[in-house]
């Protein structure tokens, strides 16, 4: 049972570089959410799909842009990484939005240089 | 919209013991409140959550109680073990019921 599964783990980019963090789950959940985390600072909602075909930003979405591109999967991509951006980052899914339990992958790590 | 605030940042107990980690938020209604432990190198999971139709929920060594008038809800741990050493993060449900907010995060350290 595999649950929510994030490629890659770990990953180091220069700053400019572009790269897509993939996330797939396999609950038939309707939605899917990606959340930074840094020290001191909890986790952030960047952006979220409350259902497939949809997504809408969060507390943190500069910088990020995101593609549901199917039921199963929801991508995040940096167009043009900074250090700033430097953070794991946690995929999530959940039956419904809002009040239901979160379901988090094991987080991809990223360092911009 | 929702701002969630949990207190202390780090906690330290004696194996045995107890521990409160209490939470508050901003957004009168918001009704769903839950609790995820996170531990080293892992995503967060969740380990018990409360709605605002009730005021206390137990599961075993861990409760939450939940003051709406307030605004605040709180995760009790008794008799505490080393494998409760995690970072705990409250949550509401603001923005509409739409999605959650979270808190900053505990550190709770259990002493052997």
């Known amino acids: 049972n595999a649950g929510v599964t994030q490629t890659p783990k770990f990953q180091v980019l220069k700053t400019g570089q572009s790269m897509t963090l993939q996330c797939a789950q396999d609950?038939?959940?309707?939605?899917m959410y990606w959340y930074r985390q840094d020290p001191g600072m909890g986790l952030r909602l960047i952006y979220y799909?409350?259902?497939?075909?949809?997504?809408d930003k969060g507390e943190v979405p500069n910088g990020y842009n995101v593609s549901r591109l199917n039921k199963r999967e929801f991508s995040l991509r940096l167009e043009s990484a900074a250090p700033s951006q430097t953070s794991v980052y946690f995929c999530?899914?959940?039956?419904?939005?809002?009040?239901?339990?979160?379901?988090f992958g094991e987080g991809s790590r990223l360092t911009v240089l | 919209g929702e701002n969630v605030e949990q207190h202390p940042s780090t906690l330290s107990v004696q194996e045995g013991d107890s521990a409160v980690i209490k939470c508050t938020y901003s957004d009168s209604a918001s009704n769903y409140f839950p609790w995820y432990k996170q531990e080293l190198g892992k995503g967060p999971q969740l380990i018990i959550d409360?709605?605002?139709?009730?005021g206390e929920k137990k599961d075993q060594r861990i409760a939450v109680t939940l003051n709406k008038t307030a605004k605040h809800f709180s995760l009790h741990i008794t008799e505490t073990q080393p494998e409760d050493s995690a970072v705990y993060f409250c949550a509401a449900s603001g923005y509409g019921n739409n999605r959650l907010a979270f808190g900053k995060g505990n550190q709770v350290v259990v002493i052997p």
């Open positions: 799909s409350a259902s497939e075909g949809t997504t």
């Open positions: 609950m038939n959940h309707n939605s």
């Open positions: 409360i709605r605002s139709n009730v």
């Open positions: 999530a899914s959940s039956e419904q939005s809002g009040t239901g339990e979160l379901f």
